[in-house]
């Protein structure tokens, strides 16, 4: 936490840089704001200063209806950080108190519940208790908002126990009651005026949410990236859209991101991502919402990483030159670590219709909102248990003789791959070696590919497993563990990519060592400027 002086100034001059590193509370107004609020800068008798919105609330302060603390993007820095505090954060984040209580987040953290609180408060000034909190209004805002649900299915989707809890914790959050803000929200434009507030049966459609995140924000990059891997009947790109399968934790549900609008310039006043959900268990939709703000990378801070990358005189120009590169993210952590391990072994075309057999054979058929097909990648265990070469070549000998296709899924609508591997050869092979090696670590809890795992761990576990190369783990921890800044200089598209750009006469050759410890501790970023920027060596995928 910065000192109170510097803090207050950086509050005075609305210094964007500061935005999400802290919160500033006025007590003579009881009222919490971001440190860019356009309200009149208060005395500094009068202020407090608090890490984290959580700690502002629970000293009883109130959200600033003008500046919204509560729908800006969260603090850049726990994403950076992979240690305790980090990791309980973003557990918490995606509704773990309520689906397991403080002990169960305490017992993956590998800690007592009496060390978990002591070092959150330390850290963040709260306890798990009050994050949890937190998080329920915060969501409960954004389903009252951005939606018709009746506030009684808002309350037990956002993690309230009962009506008296939302209404008393609404209230202490954001100075009115639920039903207020919901009228208050209908005279507005662009307001959910259009459906009844409440009453059973009010959401006929999906879930419509808005995300916020910090501008600007490079979407052709980041749905280019998608496409090039997006799995048959899982995941379809358009030009300004994704749509996607979602396995949650009570059920599944397909989501579609909105990128309309999203400009990679930073003064872009359209600063949201419109999320349409369609959910079988409403209680998954801060679950839902955090693997579609991971998905997008949201929750970075371009500026930052900017000021970095655009110092080097390597990276500058290409940093310039796409102001606002994400890290693409992953909705299903094990989905997108096959997809990665199997690109170490194939070029990208055989990889995807690996993966989009896999699906068709051994994925869970999902319904989707138009009553179509909608598989959702196969789980862990039924990979690890599956003999993938040998059914593999049984596919490729049906195929052969053009006999319908035989597994668990045959008979349903799933069983439709874009294009057959084809005969397993050498690569082939290994890449189903390796992806059941991953689906045995995975299913028997040896390895955990959660956005809120410990980093180093995984990194340790997977290295861990034959025939997996180093850069290949770099990029799983990049893309699936969220690392900003994992790096291998072993990397081919790196190597690649160093060599393509150009060089002044008489420069020496480029190591990728040597100038990676100046893009610390945003690599990851580094890596996607190179690779976005030069095409990738035959065979190999940019990222």
């Known amino acids: 936490?910065?000192?109170?002086?510097?803090?207050?100034?950086?509050?005075?001059?609305?210094?964007?840089r500061f935005d999400g590193t802290f919160y500033v509370a006025v007590t003579t107004t009881g009222v919490y704001c971001r440190p860019v609020c356009g309200s009149r800068t208060p005395k500094r008798e009068n202020v407090r200063f608090f890490r984290i919105a959580a700690a502002a609330e629970a000293a009883g302060f109130r959200a600033c209806r003008r500046c919204r603390p509560e729908v800006h993007p969260s603090a850049p820095e726990w994403n950076v950080r992979g240690d305790l505090v980090a990791r309980a954060l973003r557990l918490i984040a995606r509704g773990a108190v309520d689906e397991i209580g403080v002990a169960g987040v305490a017992a993956q953290l590998a800690v007592s519940e009496r060390h978990l609180h002591r070092q959150l408060v330390a850290e963040v000034g709260v306890g798990p208790l009050a994050l949890a909190l937190n998080r329920r209004n915060q969501v409960a805002r954004l389903l009252i908002e951005s939606s018709a649900?009746?506030?009684?299915?808002?309350?037990?989707?956002?993690?309230?126990?009962?009506?008296?809890?939302?209404?008393?914790?609404?209230?202490?959050?954001?100075?009115?009651?639920?039903?207020?803000?919901?009228?208050?929200?209908?005279?507005?434009?662009?307001?959910?005026?259009?459906?009844?507030?409440?009453?059973?049966?009010?959401?006929?459609?999906?879930?419509?949410?808005?995300l916020r995140y910090r501008p600007p924000l490079a979407a052709g990059a980041l749905l280019s990236w998608f496409r090039d891997r997006a799995l048959p009947g899982v995941e379809e790109v358009g030009d300004r859209r994704l749509r996607r399968a979602l396995r949650l934790p009570r059920g599944s549900g397909r989501a579609e991101l909105d990128l309309t609008g999203c400009r990679a310039d930073r003064d872009a006043g359209h600063q949201q991502v419109t999320v349409r959900l369609w959910l079988s268990d409403l209680r998954?939709?801060?679950?839902?919402?955090?693997?579609?703000?991971?998905?997008?990378?949201?929750?970075?801070?371009?500026?930052?990483?900017?000021?970095?990358?655009?110092?080097?005189?390597?990276?500058?120009?290409?940093?310039?030159?796409?102001?606002?590169?994400?890290?693409?993210?992953?909705?299903?952590?094990?989905?997108?670590?096959?997809?990665?391990?199997?690109?170490?072994?194939?070029?990208?075309?055989?990889?995807?219709?690996?993966?989009?057999?896999?699906?068709?054979?051994?994925?869970?058929?999902?319904?989707?909102?138009?009553?179509?097909?909608?598989?959702?990648?196969?789980?862990?265990?039924?990979?690890?248990?599956?003999?993938?070469t040998g059914a593999l070549a049984e596919t490729a000998a049906r195929a052969a003789t053009g006999q319908a296709a035989a597994g668990p899924h045959a008979d349903t609508a799933t069983a439709r791959p874009a294009a057959e591997p084809g005969a397993p050869g050498p690569g082939t092979s290994a890449a189903c070696a390796g992806v059941r090696t991953l689906a045995g670590a995975v299913a028997g809890e040896k390895l955990s590919l959660e956005r809120d795992a410990d980093r180093e761990a995984a990194v340790a576990a997977l290295c861990g497993l034959p025939g997996v190369e180093p850069w290949t783990v770099q990029r799983i921890a990049m893309h699936v563990l969220g690392d900003p800044d994992a790096f291998d200089a072993g990397e081919p598209a790196v190597r690649a990519a160093l060599q393509a750009l150009p060089v002044a006469p008489g420069s020496p050759p480029r190591d990728p060592d040597g100038h990676a410890h100046r893009w610390r501790p945003w690599r990851s970023y580094a890596v996607m400027h190179l690779c976005s920027a030069v095409p990738p060596p035959t065979g190999r995928q940019p990222g």
Request: glycine share 12%.
């Open 149 to 210: 649900l009746p506030l009684l299915d808002v309350a037990f989707a956002a993690g309230y126990s009962s009506i008296r809890q939302f209404n008393d914790g609404f209230r202490a959050a954001f100075g009115c009651s639920p039903r207020e803000l919901r009228r208050a929200g209908r005279t507005r434009p662009g307001g959910q005026g259009g459906a009844p507030p409440d009453g059973p049966g009010a959401q006929a459609g999906p879930l419509v949410l808005r």
């Open 1 to 16: 936490m910065l000192d109170f002086e510097t803090s207050y100034r950086a509050m005075a001059s609305r210094d964007s």
């Open 284 to 388: 998954d939709v801060t679950a839902a919402v955090r693997r579609c703000r991971d998905l997008l990378d949201l929750d970075s801070d371009p500026a930052a990483v900017a000021g970095t990358l655009g110092a080097d005189p390597l990276l500058g120009p290409l940093v310039r030159a796409t102001p606002g590169l994400r890290v693409p993210g992953s909705a299903d952590g094990f989905e997108l670590a096959v997809r990665l391990l199997t690109e170490q072994y194939l070029p990208p075309a055989r990889a995807g219709q690996l993966c989009g057999w896999l699906v068709a054979r051994y994925g869970d058929p999902l319904t989707a909102p138009d009553g179509g097909p909608a598989p959702l990648f196969p789980s862990p265990a039924a990979l690890a248990q599956a003999d993938l």
